[in-house]
């Protein structure tokens, strides 16, 4: 059994900074791909940002530069750090995990959270 959950969305002002975070059951993030992921009202998920297990990290154009990708040490925890949020950043944020490591381990492809929700507004 393998389980991911996103915590740490909330409401905050635009301009403002909140870090999400996916707990993972287990090293997870070890030796598989971490990424972070949003869906808009009315709008297709979209990737925001992804580090490969070697820390190879890659950001959508509309979040360079304002939010950061990471994992903890035991790498059983990954993290977004966003600041100078925007309006248009409101969104269902989900966290992810894939590679073969996580097919060999936990025998599933890839492995989704439930979501946690950002509202940016005034």
């Known amino acids: 059994q393998v389980q991911l959950v996103e915590s740490g969305g909330g409401l905050v002002q635009p301009g403002g900074s909140l870090r999400l975070s996916c707990a993972a059951s287990?090293?997870?993030?070890?030796?598989?791909?971490m990424g972070w992921y949003r869906q808009a009202p009315g709008k297709q998920r979209e990737l925001v940002a992804r580090?490969?297990?070697?820390?190879?990290?890659n950001y959508a154009e509309s979040v360079k530069g304002r939010f950061t990708i990471s994992r903890d040490n035991a790498k059983t925890t990954g993290y977004l750090q966003m600041n100078s949020l925007k309006p248009e950043d409101t969104a269902v944020y989900y966290c992810?995990?894939?590679?073969?490591?996580?097919?060999?381990?936990?025998?599933?492809?890839?492995?989704w959270g439930q979501g946690t929700l950002v509202t940016v507004s005034s």
């Open positions: 992810n995990a894939e590679g073969l490591q996580l097919l060999r381990t936990y025998r599933v492809r890839e492995v």
């Open positions: 287990g090293s997870v993030f070890s030796s598989n791909a």
């Open positions: 580090m490969t297990s070697g820390g190879i990290t």
